[in-house]
């Protein structure tokens, strides 16, 4: 059974720097697309950013200019740079792959960000 299998959440200050790493286990089927996601407590899920497989990018304003996604196809990985984090980006952050041909997407079992003041 395919998965989705996130690491790098923690705590940070803000000012400071996490990067998120997401993998997809076993095989899968050709991605069209990899993306975050985020939740904070009391809110709905929201778009982060996500990256196409010919490498566009789409962010939500607020993270523009200090967030990076990126990917790696042949090991159907994302990445998810984050940088001068506030502590209005603390939530649990999931990826998430679409695929080509294929009605469903994935989603990673979250990994908790949190950022200090």
């Known amino acids: 059974q395919v998965q989705l299998v996130e690491s790098g959440g923690g705590l940070v200050q803000a000012g400071g720097s996490l990067k998120l790493s997401c993998a997809a286990s076993g095989s899968i089927a050709p991605i069209n697309y990899m993306g975050w996601y985020r939740q904070a407590p009391g809110k709905q899920r929201e778009l982060v950013a996500t990256?196409?497989?010919?490498?566009?990018?789409n962010y939500a304003d607020s993270v523009k200019g200090r967030f990076t996604i990126s990917g790696d196809n042949a090991k159907n990985t994302v990445y998810l740079q984050m940088s001068s984090l506030k502590p209005e980006d603390t939530a649990v952050y999931y990826c998430?792959?679409?695929?080509?041909?294929?009605?469903?997407?994935?989603w990673g079992q979250g990994t908790q960000v949190t950022v200090s003041s």
């Open positions: 990256i196409s497989s010919g490498g566009t990018t």
């Open positions: 998430n792959f679409g695929f080509r041909l294929a009605p469903y997407t994935l």
